[in-house]
DNA sequence: GTCTATAAAGTGATAGAC
DNA sequence: GTCTATCACTTTATAGAC
């Protein structure tokens, strides 16, 4: 008898990749509440069965489809710190890193993950805080944060008119100043 | 036979504000969708079948009351207009206006709720961008939105670190030379 | 091991009793 | 006019047939 090519776990991990690729989307495009596990299963060619048995529940599936990857560590001066900030957001806006789109689409409805961008956001902010100078160092990181999300939620989900069509460089080119006096502290 | 001091139809009325604003603090608080009619109606002291009647259909209820209220019209020179957005932002940071905080926190799930603010914020946009010099006019308004809405749901929906405790003249002083920036063209 | 059938719970909406 | 009772539907989750 011979060997088929894909083995049996091959196999089943094969289609459990495939229902978390179908989950990030459908999550990042239609939030949590507006996804239900029959439109998963039904997207990654598969069974609602299925989907529960290999994921337990649907919360359990959106932890794993809408985890935030975190930034690389940040450390250097301030003049360095803005550049830094600014590429990072630059990535940001040039892919459609799903995951990320899915928790922050949802996160103003599901608790869960407003929890997960709330502390990707909180670990993320205080390491640049303490890298800048000044007492309001926690308010202007907060102020770099909120404008972060501002142009991503922006571009990605809101498709606002200017920000849908403009290239990553040009947006990180009229931000990185603004970020970098936020650095600074100057005002 | 004495008159009630409260009419039919003004005890009516009332009811039906007081379902509104029910209405408009579960809607901002939860989203539309985590939101039951049944709820609002306990909220409100009434009855589901009441919500019903007054305002035919859950879809209806949330059109009014996550209507946003457009900020007057918006002229004068560059310099003008920065003072004129912080201090708009300003307000927006200082109350907590229910019904613009209800179509926010269920924009990226609601298409309702994302065309509001998506036109409400077109609008605005527009005309900032016509006030303001340059070729990527369009773009740096838009920027300028993705901030103000950044710092307003970092503020009241996401509560972020430096932002919630913040006084809005604290921000406002930071945030407006750099809108000033964005409206010059500076960069 | 995969999927069908169904259970259990909760929703918006409606009809009709008081 | 106000509210109770219920309909029709959809959801996640489960149990069991193949």
Redesign the interface.
């Given at each position: 008898m011979k060997r088929p090519v894909t083995s049996r776990a091959e196999q089943r991990q094969r289609t459990e990749t495939r229902i978390l690729t179908a989950a990030r989307r459908l999550f990042a495009e239609?939030?949590?509440?507006?996804t239900t596990i029959r439109a998963i299963a039904a997207t990654a060619g598969s069974d609602p069965g299925l989907v529960m048995r290999y994921f337990g529940s649907k919360e359990k599936l959106f932890a794993q489809a809408a985890t935030i990857r975190a930034d690389g560590p940040i450390t250097g001066s301030p003049e360095q710190l803005a550049e830094l900030l600014a590429t990072a957001l630059g990535e940001k806006l040039a892919d459609e890193p799903a995951a990320a789109l899915a928790a922050?689409?949802?996160?103003?409805?599901h608790p869960e993950a407003?929890l997960e961008?709330?502390t990707a956001?909180?670990g993320q902010?205080?390491q640049v805080?303490s890298l800048m100078p000044g007492e309001?160092a926690?308010?202007?990181?907060?102020?770099i944060?909120?404008?972060?999300?501002?142009?991503v939620?922006?571009?990605h989900?809101?498709?606002?008119?200017?920000?849908r069509d403009?290239s990553p460089e040009?947006?990180t080119?009229?931000?990185q100043?603004?970020i970098s006096?936020?650095v600074q502290g100057?005002?």
């Amino acid at each position: 008898m011979k060997r088929p090519v894909t083995s049996r776990a091959e196999q089943r991990q094969r289609t459990e990749t495939r229902i978390l690729t179908a989950a990030r989307r459908l999550f990042a495009e239609n939030g949590y509440d507006r996804t239900t596990i029959r439109a998963i299963a039904a997207t990654a060619g598969s069974d609602p069965g299925l989907v529960m048995r290999y994921f337990g529940s649907k919360e359990k599936l959106f932890a794993q489809a809408a985890t935030i990857r975190a930034d690389g560590p940040i450390t250097g001066s301030p003049e360095q710190l803005a550049e830094l900030l600014a590429t990072a957001l630059g990535e940001k806006l040039a892919d459609e890193p799903a995951a990320a789109l899915a928790a922050l689409r949802s996160m103003f409805t599901h608790p869960e993950a407003g929890l997960e961008v709330r502390t990707a956001m909180s670990g993320q902010q205080q390491q640049v805080a303490s890298l800048m100078p000044g007492e309001d160092a926690v308010l202007r990181a907060g102020l770099i944060g909120a404008l972060t999300v501002g142009v991503v939620i922006g571009r990605h989900l809101l498709q606002l008119d200017g920000l849908r069509d403009a290239s990553p460089e040009e947006i990180t080119a009229l931000l990185q100043p603004l970020i970098s006096d936020l650095v600074q502290g100057r005002s």
